[in-house]
C-alpha cells in the first residue's frame, strides 16, 4: 500500500515537469534571435553538401536584417508528433514556418520529452574565382576547402548555411589590376528548404588596370610591321575584308589611274612597307572571364601609311583608312605584367602559376604547342610552381 501511494503521489509530479511542444520551439527561434549559435547548431540539419562553418557568432553578429521577432501562431499536437506554426520577422520582412517536433519518454512512467527534428537554413552556392584560397563573410576568413561543394578544377563552388540576415561576401583581388570582389547576399527569414546561386563574385577591373589595357591596345600597331596586305595574318587586330582592293580603287580614283595602268599607286600602298597608326583611341570594352583572365574587345580606325609618311613625319603623303578590331584576351602574369593575347581559331591553352608556399595562383602564361611537365616549371617564374 505505501508504494502504490507513493506511485500516485509522484505520477502527477512527473506529468507536470513535461515541456510542450511550443517551449521548445519558442526557446530555439529565441535562440535564433539572441545569436546563440551553440544552441542553434544543436539542431541544424547537417546538409551533406552545404556547410555550416559560416555560423559563428562572429559572422552573425555583424549580419544586418537579422531575424529579430517571431510569434507562435498554432500548435497541432498528435500521437507522438507536434507541429509548431510560426511567424518570422527581419522587421521588414515576415514569413510563416513551420517546426517538426517528435516524442519520447524513457518509460511509461518518465516524463515525456519533445524534440525538434533537424531544421533546414538559407543555402547559398557560390561560385569562386579559379586560384581563391579563402572567402570572407563579414570581414571573417574561411578556407575554401572547408566549404567546397563542387570541386570542379576550372570552375570551384563552396556551398554555405546561414541564418536569415544580409552578409557580405568578399575574396582577395588577384593582382594589382583588380580590385577586391564583393558581393551582398541576403538570407531571408525562411527556415527549411532554400538554396539561392550566387554567380557575381567576380573580379573587377580597378583604373590602373584599365589604364594598362588601354596601353596594351595602343601598343597594338607596333606588332603590325610589313605591308597593309599583311594584316589579316601577321596582325593582332583585323580590319574589314578586301582591305587592298578598296585602298587600289581609292586611291586610283584621286590619282586618276585607267586600267591600263594596273600598277598604279594603290597597288603600291598595299604593298610597301609601312606602319598601322591609331587614328583616335580605341573603343573597349572588358569583362571578367575568371580570376586572371579577362575578355576584351576594342573597335576603331586606323591608318596605313607607306613607310610612316603620314603619321610619323606629319605630311600629307595619302594613307588607307581602315575599321580594326581587336578580340582576345588579357591576363596577368606571375610577375604581375598584363599581357593580349588575340582570339584563336584553336582557343587558348594556360596554366595557372602557383606560389608553392602559400598555395596562391599567382598568375597564368600561355601554352603553345605541346607541353612537358618539365616546360610547365620553366613558363613560371623562378620560385611559383605550374597548376595543372
Known amino acids: 500500500m505505501l508504494l502504490l501511494a507513493a506511485l500516485v503521489v509522484g505520477l502527477p509530479r512527473l506529468l507536470t515537469a513535461t515541456v510542450d511542444p511550443e ?32 555560423l559563428t557568432a562572429e559572422i552573425l553578429g555583424a549580419a544586418t536584417d537579422r531575424l529579430d521577432s517571431f510569434t507562435i501562431d498554432d500548435v497541432d499536437v498528435g500521437a507522438g508528433i507536434a507541429t509548431v506554426t510560426a511567424t518570422l520577422s527581419n522587421g521588414s520582412e515576415h514569413s510563416s514556418t513551420r517546426l517538426a517536433l517528435t516524442s519520447h519518454a524513457d518509460s511509461a512512467f518518465a516524463p515525456v520529452d519533445w524534440e525538434l527534428a533537424p531544421v533546414h537554413l538559407p543555402e547559398f552556392l557560390i561560385d569562386i574565382p579559379l586560384g581563391m584560397q579563402e572567402i570572407r563573410i563579414n570581414g571573417v576568413a574561411l578556407p575554401i576547402e572547408d566549404l567546397m561543394f563542387e570541386a570542379n578544377l576550372y570552375s570551384p563552388q563552396i556551398a554555405v548555411q546561414l541564418l536569415p540576415g544580409t552578409y557580405e561576401v568578399t575574396v582577395a583581388a588577384p593582382g594589382p589590376w583588380q580590385d577586391e570582389p564583393e558581393v551582398t547576399i541576403e538570407a531571408p527569414p525562411v527556415l527549411g528548404t532554400w ?10 577591373l580597378n583604373e590602373a588596370g584599365h589604364q594598362e589595357v588601354r596601353k596594351r ?5 607596333q606588332e603590325c610591321p610589313g605591308t597593309a596586305s599583311d594584316v589579316a595574318e601577321d596582325c593582332p587586330f583585323t580590319v574589314s575584308d578586301g582591305l587592298a582592293s578598296d585602298a587600289a580603287e581609292s586611291s586610283d580614283a584621286e590619282s586618276g589611274t ?22 583616335d583611341p580605341m573603343q573597349i570594352d572588358v569583362s571578367s572571364s575568371g580570376g586572371f583572365l579577362l575578355s576584351v574587345t576594342a573597335t576603331g580606325t586606323a591608318t596605313f601609311s607607306p613607310d610612316g609618311a603620314a603619321r610619323s613625319r606629319g605630311d600629307d603623303a595619302p594613307g588607307i583608312q581602315e575599321p580594326v578590331q581587336f578580340s582576345g584576351m588579357a591576363y596577368s602574369r606571375p610577375s604581375g605584367e598584363l599581357r593580349l ?28 604547342g605541346e607541353v612537358t611537365s618539365r616546360d610547365l616549371v620553366e613558363l613560371c617564374e623562378p620560385g611559383i610552381v605550374a597548376g595543372v
Not at 591596345?217 to 600597331?221: A, H, N
Not at 602559376?353 to 598555395?359: L, M, R, T, V
Open 217 to 221: 591596345v595602343d601598343e597594338l600597331p
Open 195 to 204: 538554396r539561392k546561386p550566387v554567380g557575381e563574385l567576380q573580379p573587377v
Open 23 to 54: 517551449s521548445v520551439a519558442t526557446d530555439f527561434l529565441q535562440a535564433i534571435v539572441d545569436g546563440d549559435l551553440e544552441e542553434v547548431r544543436e539542431h541544424v540539419e547537417h546538409a551533406p553538401d552545404a556547410s555550416g562553418a559560416a
Open 258 to 279: 585607267s586600267e591600263a595602268d594596273p600598277a598604279g599607286p594603290g597597288d603600291k600602298i598595299s604593298e610597301a612597307p609601312g606602319i598601322w597608326v591609331l587614328d
Open 341 to 368: 593575347a588575340p582570339d584563336s581559331p584553336n582557343g587558348f591553352s594556360y596554366t595557372y602559376c602557383d606560389d608553392p608556399e602559400s598555395g596562391d595562383v599567382v598568375g597564368i602564361v600561355l601554352l603553345d
